[in-house]
């Protein structure tokens, strides 16, 4: 019995539950999460900025393609640029700035008639060494802040450089005027974008294509090549390379050429650039073929396939060629 009531006493004892062990306190938690600064597309580039980045006006100017303004000043640094046929055969562009504002850009010369049509949807400044008073007044009725040279709120910030001759050497100092009309708003957006020229619809859906031959006349036709290294199109001029004032070869990511209607009825070449035509967009390596449509001076030029449906330029600068009907584009495929 003894030995029982020793067993049981045992077996008692092992029932017991053991101490509960004391927790230790967790140690405090700090997340190094930081969340990603908000984004937005450059208007006129497509490309991604930090959001409120871009708050300021678009620079449109007025530049000079004659041989004697070559190399012009800031003109890689555009977003946006224009190429017009002028009297004498010869070219001229309108060029706009937004993401990247140089110091200084030139040679700006004067305006023509067809100038509101191609600007009149950027708003924001636009500079030019005056024009005939009809052609000043049809621009000063448009949206945008007309800068010209001589007048008293430009004098300041234009002059006549001494490494060039005139009339090919107006330049302006376009930060500092820009930063004295702080006040005018950034520009619309003007094209739809993909995110790169990978992914736009002409390098999706386009053809392969080498070389770009434009003819505005017999004596101006801008060539533009493909540079599969880069993945921008590379432009020449005289059967040589464009080259900007660092002697770097000028370049877009986008070449938009669009066939135009060009009239003489104001004693000068008048593109016209309000109602539609044929377009070829050209991007990442290829071209699709579509159309091209502005219904008034202050809408954007829309740009529709052959089935009606917006292209999408690559992300990054472009160029819009503006071609005669008269003239020619030649669009070569790879050899």
Not at 28 to 53: H, I, K, M
Not at 205 to 214: H, I, K, M, V, Y
Request: glycine letters at 8%.
């Amino acid at each position: 019995m003894a030995a029982l009531a020793a067993v049981a006493l045992l077996a008692g004892c092992s029932a017991e539950a053991p101490p509960s062990p004391q927790a230790s306190p967790s140690p405090d938690y700090t997340s190094t999460y930081e969340a990603t600064p908000p984004t937005e597309l450059a208007p006129l580039r497509g490309t991604s900025v930090p959001e409120g980045s871009l708050p300021h006006a678009a620079l449109v100017a007025k530049i000079d393609n004659h041989w004697d303004a070559r190399p012009q000043v800031g003109l890689e640094r555009t977003d946006i640029v224009y190429e017009e046929l002028v009297e004498g055969g010869i070219t001229r562009y309108v060029a706009v700035w937004h993401s990247d504002i140089p110091e200084l850009l030139g040679p700006i010369r004067s305006i023509r008639p067809m100038d509101p049509e191609i600007a009149g949807s950027l708003g924001g400044i636009i500079f030019y060494a005056g024009g005939q008073p009809r052609f000043v007044s049809m621009m000063r009725q448009t949206s945008l802040y007309n800068a010209i040279h001589g007048q008293q709120d430009t004098s300041a910030y234009m002059y006549r450089s001494g490494d060039r001759s005139a009339p090919h050497n107006v330049i302006v100092r376009a930060k500092e005027f820009l930063a004295a009309h702080s006040d005018i708003a950034a520009p619309p957006q003007q094209f739809a974008y993909s995110l790169d020229a990978a992914s736009s619809t002409a390098a999706k859906e386009g053809s392969p294509t080498a070389t770009l031959r434009l003819a505005f006349s017999t004596q101006f036709v801008p060539t533009w090549t493909w540079d599969a290294a880069s993945a921008r199109y590379l432009r020449w001029q005289d059967g040589a390379p464009d080259v900007d004032s660092a002697g770097d070869q000028l370049s877009a990511v986008n070449v938009v050429t669009l066939r135009v209607p060009v009239t003489n009825g104001y004693g000068v070449p008048k593109t016209e650039l309000l109602g539609s035509g044929e377009a070829w967009i050209t991007t990442g390596g290829a071209t699709v073929h579509g159309s091209w449509h502005k219904d008034s001076i202050a809408a954007p030029i829309t740009l529709l396939d052959d089935r009606g449906i917006t292209v999408r330029l690559g992300a990054g600068n472009t160029w819009v060629e503006l071609v005669p009907l008269d003239g020619s584009v030649a669009i070569e495929p790879p050899a």
